[in-house]
């Protein structure tokens, strides 16, 4: 996957509840794991670093891209895939057009699995959106 293990990324994904922490200066694509919540909620299951470790290269390589209010595209990581996927923002949450998503919808609805839905696109999106809203009046 993408040429390197995520478990051998820079990235600490350590469990990190009872540490007190400040919140930082400037929210950046190396922080949004510690911070964005659907991200510290997934970052110590082992789904959760692999969506994690996608979520920061659509990050890193200017992948998310706001269309409105509620949809993004989130444009495919060179040399890895070929899809434009949009996520939208619904009064249900965010949901992609991608077939992950659309499988674990299915798993959720017909009671397969508890597991909410979610994925590296819709990931991307919501820290794409938190960083965006954090940052705001904190100059660049």
């Known amino acids: ?51 994690l470790f996608k979520a920061k290269i659509f990050l890193e390589k200017s992948c998310v891209i706001q269309i409105s209010s509620t ?12 899809r434009t996927y949009l996520v939208r923002l619904t009064s249900e949450g965010f949901v992609c057009g991608c077939q992950g998503f659309n499988e674990k919808v299915d798993k959720y609805e017909s009671g397969k699995s508890e ?16 960083i965006q809203e954090k940052n705001k009046g904190k100059g660049r």
């Open 1 to 51: 996957m993408l040429g390197y293990p995520c478990d051998n990324y820079m990235i600490d994904y350590q469990d990190l509840s009872g540490i007190s922490y400040e919140e930082p200066q400037k929210y950046t694509i190396d922080n949004i794991a510690f911070h964005e919540p659907t991200s510290r909620l997934i970052k110590n299951e082992k789904r959760g670093k692999t969506m």
């Open 71 to 82: 949809e993004w595209n989130c444009l495919p990581i060179q040399d890895y895939n070929k």
């Open 115 to 130: 597991v909410v839905p979610i994925c590296s696109h819709v990931l991307a999106v919501k820290q794409f959106c938190f």
